[in-house]
């Protein structure tokens, strides 16, 4: 992945498009180089104020995406972001000019108010500063435009890449069907009017359930240094004096030296196995968490394994019924008559215009 600069940011804005593509890629270098997420935040307020009216919603989008999908890895992008988007979304506010824009910049807030990605007072605050700017050109004689049936379909639902949770599923719908509709698919429509579909699957499970695979990893990692493992305490365990855990002995102290000698051991040795074993419940803890990380990435990726399984089968139906318009086009074309073997008209002179209208 490239590496970050102020320059390579601002070149990377000037080429975002509004495709879920173009979204994601961007948003993904962004996550990447989140250490640098003061500039990051900086830049995109400058760039987005710079922008045309026609693309401030796609660098909303580019955001949506950057603070849902960074929340794992660290608040940075959602604490930065937080007190830019009331000034930014004033400037949207004036850039709206049709009912489309405005309600999908009212679903961005309801998405971020559903899923907690900032409290509700900087949800009213986004929204009084959107809505104020909205009413005071409604107010000023300037309504939303409406937009043609054509129109609509060149930017339909361009969203973030996590759908807002679906209503009520129609009870008829098969196991399949209703797996298939719980997969993020985002429809889109190029300049030209050819239809894009950008599949991403996700699991039924809640959002922070499964545990990012860096996460896991991380996880996993720790236990190389566990308690368990560490063999040079063990053998300072072993190689306590026997006098140190055994009362029976103590009958064998004799003066006043032996007893002080023996309570620094003793107490060495208390340090030692204190320490020891704290270590060791920490360790038993880390295990613990450990699994249960595990039992849920791996429930996840089971949920995602079938619904790829099922992904695969249908293209490779599709695939099928491609092979098969491809036999019959060349069963159709080999049915065509051979224009080489018709008579040669060549050479059949045509008549002139003079022998066409020549009187006899």
Same mark, same amino acid.
């Given at each position: 992945?490239?590496?970050?600069?102020?320059?390579?940011? !601002?070149?990377?804005?000037?080429?975002?498009?509004?495709?879920?593509?173009?979204?994601?890629?961007?948003?993904?270098?962004?996550?990447?180089?989140?250490?640098?997420?003061?500039?990051?935040?900086?830049?995109?307020?400058?760039?987005?104020?710079?922008?045309?009216?026609?693309?401030?919603?796609?660098? =909303?989008?580019?955001?949506?995406?950057?603070?849902?999908?960074?929340?794992?890895?660290?608040?940075?992008?959602?604490?930065?972001?937080?007190?830019?988007?009331?000034?930014?979304?004033?400037?949207?506010?004036?850039?709206?000019?049709? !009912?489309?824009?405005?309600?999908?910049?009212?679903?961005?807030?309801?998405?971020?108010?559903?899923?907690?990605?900032?409290?509700?007072?900087? =949800?009213?605050?986004?929204?009084?500063?959107?809505?104020?700017?909205?009413?005071?050109?409604?107010?000023?004689?300037?309504?939303?435009?409406?937009?043609?049936?054509?129109?609509?379909?060149?930017?339909?639902?361009?969203?973030?890449?996590?759908?807002?949770?679906?209503?009520?599923?129609?009870?008829?719908?098969?196991?399949?069907?209703?797996?298939?509709?719980?997969?993020?698919?985002? =429809?889109?429509?190029?300049?030209?009017?050819?239809?894009?579909?950008? =599949?991403?699957?996700?699991?039924?499970?809640?959002?922070?359930?499964?545990?990012?695979?860096?996460?896991?990893?991380?996880?996993?990692?720790?236990?190389?240094?566990?308690?368990?493992?560490?063999?040079?305490?063990?053998?300072?365990?072993?190689?306590?004096?026997? !006098?140190?855990?055994?009362?029976?002995?103590?009958?064998?102290?004799?003066?006043?030296?032996?007893?002080?000698?023996?309570?620094?051991?003793?107490?060495?040795?208390?340090?030692?196995?204190?320490?020891?074993?704290?270590?060791?419940?920490?360790?038993?803890?880390?295990?613990?968490?450990?699994?249960?990380?595990?039992?849920?990435?791996?429930?996840?990726?089971?949920?995602?394994?079938?619904?790829?399984?099922?992904?695969?089968?249908?293209?490779? !139906?599709?695939?099928?019924?491609?092979?098969?318009?491809?036999?019959?086009?060349?069963?159709?074309?080999?049915?065509?008559?051979?224009?080489?073997?018709?008579?040669?008209?060549?050479?059949?002179?045509?008549?002139?215009?003079?022998?066409?209208?020549?009187?006899?």
């Amino acid at each position: 992945m490239s590496g970050f600069s102020d320059a390579a940011l !601002e070149k990377k804005l000037a080429e975002l498009n509004n495709s879920q593509q173009s979204i994601q890629t961007l948003s993904l270098w962004l996550i990447h180089h989140r250490k640098h997420h003061a500039s990051i935040v900086k830049i995109w307020l400058k760039e987005f104020t710079k922008a045309k009216d026609s693309r401030k919603l796609t660098f =909303i989008y580019l955001v949506n995406d950057v603070i849902q999908n960074s929340r794992k890895k660290g608040p940075e992008f959602r604490d930065h972001f937080g007190p830019i988007l009331a000034p930014a979304l004033k400037l949207m506010g004036q850039a709206v000019n049709d !009912e489309n824009t405005q309600k999908r910049l009212e679903r961005i807030l309801n998405i971020w108010g559903d899923r907690n990605m900032f409290d509700s007072k900087q =949800i009213a605050e986004f929204r009084k500063s959107l809505e104020s700017c909205l009413k005071r050109r409604f107010d000023n004689g300037e309504p939303p435009v409406k937009i043609s049936r054509r129109d609509r379909g060149e930017s339909r639902e361009m969203l973030e890449n996590v759908k807002e949770n679906k209503e009520q599923e129609d009870p008829d719908k098969t196991k399949k069907e209703r797996r298939k509709s719980e997969c993020n698919e985002v =429809i889109q429509f190029d300049k030209e009017g050819k239809k894009e579909v950008h =599949i991403t699957l996700s699991p039924k499970l809640p959002a922070n359930d499964a545990p990012e695979p860096e996460e896991l990893v991380k996880a996993l990692q720790t236990l190389e240094n566990a308690a368990s493992s560490d063999g040079i305490v063990r053998k300072k365990i072993t190689e306590l004096p026997p !006098e140190v855990s055994d009362v029976s002995l103590l009958s064998k102290i004799s003066d006043q030296a032996q007893a002080e000698m023996l309570t620094g051991k003793v107490n060495e040795a208390v340090e030692l196995l204190n320490d020891y074993n704290g270590r060791l419940l920490k360790e038993m803890e880390d295990r613990k968490t450990v699994t249960k990380m595990l039992h849920d990435f791996t429930a996840a990726q089971k949920e995602l394994l079938v619904q790829a399984e099922e992904r695969l089968q249908e293209y490779k !139906e599709k695939l099928s019924k491609v092979y098969q318009v491809r036999e019959e086009l060349r069963s159709h074309v080999s049915s065509l008559p051979d224009l080489s073997q018709l008579p040669d008209v060549s050479a059949v002179p045509l008549p002139s215009a003079g022998d066409l209208f020549s009187l006899r």
